[in-house]
């Protein structure tokens, strides 16, 4: 078998089979993936099956590029002999046109048949699964008659109904989710194709076939009478057997019962904690959900790992415990049970009952108090890491929310106000966690200008000489459209060989895609898994940390390492976390807890002052303070003004950052001295809007 060996960052192997989409080269990639799992090689995450390639995940501290594609080769030399597992068909009832498929008219007459015709046609048709991806559970599909062959829209919709069926060029697909699209929709299904319940989450994999089965309004509407397809929230399919990529059963469930902790039912139990404000965008994250890209679902998990990982630790968890991220402005929280608490990652404006708490320092709460994180002063993501852990519902191995499918943490979304979190119990006592601290010089800095490293590729070679030179050489800046997702990036246009576009494949944590536009886009924590962009590069594992504390503004240049480098990167830095991780287990000094009230009798008072430049929140504040914007945004409105006396924490302005609208609230109570800024006034992050006394 002729094969392309292509790099993906520091951990991520593409196996590249051909350059055409159709069955054979499908199948070829299909009967490779079934062998690669079946020689269980070391290192080896997850595998991610595409139209035309397969994307492999590795753990660079196992195995190296070149030995795991030695390893493949082996195994594609000998991959026709391999059995693939039987298809499953699948029949789709579905509803077309009207409201169900606006666009039925527009396919009908692209293709000058009537809708009758067209609905013939598409349902007469047999459909093969090529890959699943985009969303969690869309399958793209094959099959769809030359004549029914229609240009995707012009402007993608914003939203498409969950079960939407649609056309995109010479392809056929079904939107398990609500989610934006540009696929000519002609019909609907009331039929589940996603279900994160379940160990295998969706009805078909590639290499299934499907076919439409046409339904009138009345019954499609009967059928969301009776649960919405079926009980279990999916298709019947029959049992299906074990399959490829975890060798698990089809419709197989993992058992689902949430603990009554939405509002305050969970209130008066010890492992509890109460959303007073839930912050701008506050998320139960761990390290992740892996073995389920090539269902489309997302890694999700702590865009900082690093950060994360680090306040596990300071609070005696695993390192895969659930804690929260906090971006740019945090939440409000009362605890009602004793607890240790850590925050990480961005330097925050943060206060227990009013004083000022630690960075980077585990602390005690006592029961009843509130801990009350304002803002992110530098960097734009922190972690507040509970011992314990957060204690939400494990789905499809994790507990991390993942928003674009609306599944995992807290029912799938951002925190609100009167949500209550379980915890887990710690495994030490309280007071063997209190006062872990990570050196001074351990910490990060979140400068607003990184340098990244990338290993170049996997589709470097889609770019010119000089689109890859402009690449290496230039200054980026992140603009306002930086989320979970991804980061996109304004400056010198990154020139293609070619068309923008390749065959989809898989995508890489990391991987640096460049549109038509030459604009670079990093994709991070809560990317679709597959994409049809050239990809030039793939920032290595350990610089994502800097990206993820970038604020819009901030500048971006790339450098380029061999994969071997990093490589070794990772290995230094690895080895460098179980250096500090082993520290912080050896509890050793009390000089916060004293603050507290937690310190042994006859402990020096020297001990607990903090040292130069250190907790720089602790210092006493004078009776003037400033308020600032938390991040580069636009004044939408401002809510109060001069000689106004206002509380600590309300609202005195809104304002608009990537694509959001969010409150920026006083720190102190006091009284409104001046207020610097305007509605439609421009703010960068750190900028001083008003001016509080706070001696009244």
Same mark, same amino acid.
Request: proline share 8%.
């Given at each position: 078998?002729?094969?392309?060996?292509?790099?993906?960052?520091?951990?991520?192997?593409?196996?590249?089979?051909?350059?055409?989409?159709?069955?054979?080269?499908?199948?070829?990639?299909?009967?490779?993936?079934?062998?690669?799992?079946?020689?269980?090689?070391?290192?080896?995450?997850?595998?991610?099956?595409?139209?035309?390639?397969?994307?492999?995940?590795?753990?660079?501290?196992?195995?190296?590029?070149? &030995?795991?594609?030695?390893?493949?080769?082996?195994?594609?030399?000998?991959?026709?002999?391999?059995?693939?597992?039987?298809?499953?068909?699948?029949?789709?009832?579905?509803?077309?046109?009207?409201?169900?498929?606006?666009?039925?008219?527009?396919?009908?007459?692209?293709?000058?048949?009537?809708?009758?015709?067209?609905?013939?046609?598409?349902?007469?048709?047999?459909?093969?699964?090529?890959?699943?991806?985009?969303?969690?559970?869309?399958?793209?599909? =094959?099959?769809?008659?030359?004549?029914?062959?229609?240009?995707?829209?012009? @402007?993608?919709?914003?939203?498409?109904?969950?079960?939407?069926?649609?056309?995109? =060029?010479?392809?056929?697909?079904?939107?398990?989710?609500?989610?934006?699209? =540009?696929?000519?929709?002609?019909?609907?299904?009331?039929?589940?194709?996603?279900?994160?319940?379940?160990?295998?989450?969706?009805?078909?994999?590639?290499?299934?076939?499907?076919?439409?089965?046409?339904?009138?309004?009345?019954?499609?509407?009967?059928?969301?009478?009776?649960?919405?397809?079926?009980?279990?929230?999916?298709?019947?399919?029959?049992?299906?057997?074990?399959?490829?990529?975890?060798?698990?059963?089809?419709?197989?469930? $993992?058992?689902?019962?949430?603990?009554?902790?939405?509002?305050?039912?969970?209130?008066?139990?010890?492992?509890?904690?109460?959303?007073?404000?839930?912050?701008?965008?506050?998320?139960?994250?761990?390290? =992740?959900?892996?073995?389920?890209?090539?269902?489309?679902?997302?890694?999700?998990?702590?865009?900082?790992?690093?950060?994360?990982?680090?306040?596990?630790?300071?609070?005696?968890?695993?390192?895969?415990?659930?804690?929260?991220?906090?971006?740019?402005?945090?939440?409000?929280?009362?605890?009602?049970?004793?607890?240790?608490?850590?925050?990480?990652?961005?330097?925050?404006?943060?206060?227990?009952?009013?004083?000022?708490?630690?960075?980077?320092?585990?602390?005690?709460?006592?029961?009843?108090?509130?801990?009350?994180?304002?803002?992110?002063?530098?960097?734009?993501?922190?972690?507040?890491?509970?011992?314990?852990?957060?204690?939400?519902?494990?789905?499809?191995?994790?507990?991390?929310?993942?928003?674009?499918?609306?599944?995992?943490?807290?029912?799938?979304?951002?925190?609100?106000?009167?949500?209550?979190?379980?915890?887990?119990?710690?495994?030490?006592?309280?007071?063997?966690?209190?006062?872990?601290?990570?050196?001074?010089?351990?910490?990060?800095?979140?400068?607003?200008?990184?340098?990244?490293?990338?290993?170049?590729?996997?589709?470097? &070679?889609?770019?010119? &000489?000089?689109?890859?030179?402009?690449?290496?050489?230039?200054?980026?800046?992140?603009?306002?459209?930086?989320?979970?997702?991804?980061?996109?990036?304004?400056?010198?246009?990154?020139?293609?060989?070619?068309?923008?576009?390749?065959? @989809?494949?898989?995508?890489?944590?990391?991987?640096?895609?460049?549109?038509?536009?030459?604009?670079?886009? $990093?994709?991070?924590?809560?990317?679709?898994?597959?994409?049809?962009?050239?990809?030039?590069?793939?920032?290595?594992?350990?610089?994502?940390?800097?990206?993820?504390?970038?604020?819009?503004?901030?500048?971006?240049?790339?450098?380029?390492?061999?994969?071997?480098?990093?490589?070794?990167?990772?290995?230094?830095?690895?080895?460098?976390?179980?250096?500090?991780?082993?520290?912080?287990?050896?509890?050793?000094?009390?000089?916060?807890?004293?603050?507290?009230?937690?310190?042994?009798?006859?402990?020096?008072?020297?001990?607990?002052?903090?040292?130069?430049?250190?907790?720089?929140?602790?210092?006493?504040?004078?009776?003037?303070?400033?308020?600032?914007?938390?991040?580069?945004?636009?004044?939408?409105?401002?809510?109060?003004?001069?000689?106004?006396?206002?509380?600590?924490?309300?609202?005195?302005?809104?304002?608009?950052?990537?694509?959001?609208?969010?409150?920026?609230?006083?720190?102190?109570?006091?009284?409104?001295?001046?207020?610097?800024?305007?509605?439609?006034?421009?703010?960068?992050?750190?900028?001083?809007?008003?001016?509080?006394?706070?001696?009244?």
């Amino acid at each position: 078998m002729n094969a392309r060996y292509l790099s993906a960052g520091g951990s991520g192997l593409i196996a590249e089979l051909g350059n055409a989409i159709c069955p054979e080269v499908n199948t070829q990639v299909r009967a490779l993936a079934v062998g690669i799992e079946a020689a269980r090689i070391p290192g080896i995450i997850e595998v991610i099956p595409t139209y035309r390639s397969l994307g492999i995940e590795y753990d660079p501290l196992v195995t190296s590029f070149e &030995d795991l594609a030695r390893r493949v080769r082996e195994v594609a030399s000998r991959i026709d002999s391999t059995p693939l597992p039987p298809p499953t068909r699948l029949s789709v009832p579905t509803v077309y046109g009207g409201t169900y498929g606006p666009d039925l008219s527009s396919v009908a007459q692209h293709a000058d048949l009537s809708e009758s015709e067209v609905i013939r046609l598409h349902s007469q048709a047999t459909y093969h699964v090529y890959m699943i991806g985009f969303t969690p559970g869309y399958p793209y599909l =094959g099959g769809l008659p030359e004549r029914l062959h229609t240009p995707r829209l012009s @402007s993608p919709r914003l939203k498409v109904p969950k079960g939407s069926v649609g056309i995109g =060029g010479s392809q056929a697909g079904i939107y398990p989710l609500e989610s934006p699209g =540009g696929w000519r929709i002609i019909g609907r299904t009331y039929l589940n194709f996603f279900d994160p319940r379940k160990n295998i989450p969706t009805p078909i994999q590639p290499g299934d076939t499907v076919q439409f089965v046409p339904v009138t309004e009345e019954e499609y509407l009967r059928a969301e009478d009776r649960g919405r397809g079926t009980e279990d929230g999916g298709p019947r399919t029959g049992d299906g057997g074990p399959r490829a990529g975890g060798g698990k059963t089809k419709g197989q469930e $993992i058992p689902y019962q949430e603990r009554p902790h939405s509002r305050l039912s969970a209130l008066g139990s010890r492992d509890a904690i109460e959303v007073l404000r839930p912050g701008i965008l506050t998320t139960v994250q761990d390290r =992740g959900r892996f073995g389920y890209q090539k269902f489309g679902v997302p890694v999700s998990g702590g865009m900082d790992e690093i950060a994360l990982r680090v306040a596990n630790a300071l609070v005696g968890n695993t390192q895969g415990a659930a804690g929260l991220e906090i971006t740019a402005m945090g939440p409000q929280l009362r605890f009602p049970a004793d607890t240790v608490v850590a925050l990480t990652g961005a330097e925050v404006d943060a206060a227990l009952d009013g004083r000022p708490v630690p960075w980077y320092t585990s602390f005690r709460i006592r029961a009843g108090q509130v801990l009350d994180v304002r803002n992110c002063l530098r960097g734009l993501r922190a972690y507040l890491a509970v011992a314990g852990g957060i204690d939400v519902p494990v789905l499809l191995g994790s507990r991390s929310t993942c928003l674009v499918a609306g599944f995992g943490g807290l029912h799938g979304r951002a925190l609100v106000a009167g949500d209550v979190l379980p915890v887990e119990n710690p495994a030490a006592l309280l007071s063997d966690l209190v006062d872990r601290e990570v050196p001074l010089a351990r910490r990060p800095r979140h400068p607003s200008s990184v340098r990244l490293r990338v290993v170049l590729g996997p589709q470097d &070679d889609a770019f010119t &000489d000089e689109g890859r030179h402009t690449f290496l050489e230039s200054v980026y800046r992140v603009t306002p459209e930086a989320n979970r997702m991804g980061y996109r990036l304004d400056g010198p246009r990154v020139a293609h060989s070619g068309a923008p576009d390749i065959i @989809s494949d898989w995508i890489p944590l990391g991987a640096v895609q460049v549109p038509g536009n030459g604009r670079p886009i $990093i994709l991070l924590a809560d990317r679709q898994t597959t994409g049809g962009y050239a990809k030039i590069a793939t920032v290595i594992r350990p610089d994502l940390s800097l990206v993820t504390q970038l604020r819009p503004g901030d500048a971006v240049s790339f450098q380029a390492v061999s994969v071997g480098e990093a490589r070794a990167i990772v290995r230094e830095v690895e080895a460098g976390l179980r250096a500090l991780l082993a520290h912080l287990a050896r509890p050793d000094m009390w000089a916060y807890a004293a603050r507290l009230g937690d310190v042994p009798a006859g402990i020096s008072p020297s001990v607990l002052e903090p040292a130069p430049g250190a907790f720089q929140a602790m210092v006493e504040e004078p009776s003037r303070v400033t308020v600032r914007s938390p991040m580069a945004a636009v004044v939408a409105k401002v809510l109060v003004g001069t000689g106004a006396t206002v509380a600590q924490g309300q609202s005195l302005f809104l304002v608009q950052a990537m694509k959001m609208e969010f409150e920026v609230a006083a720190s102190r109570s006091g009284r409104l001295l001046q207020v610097h800024v305007g509605e439609g006034d421009a703010v960068g992050a750190g900028d001083v809007m008003a001016t509080l006394d706070t001696s009244t």
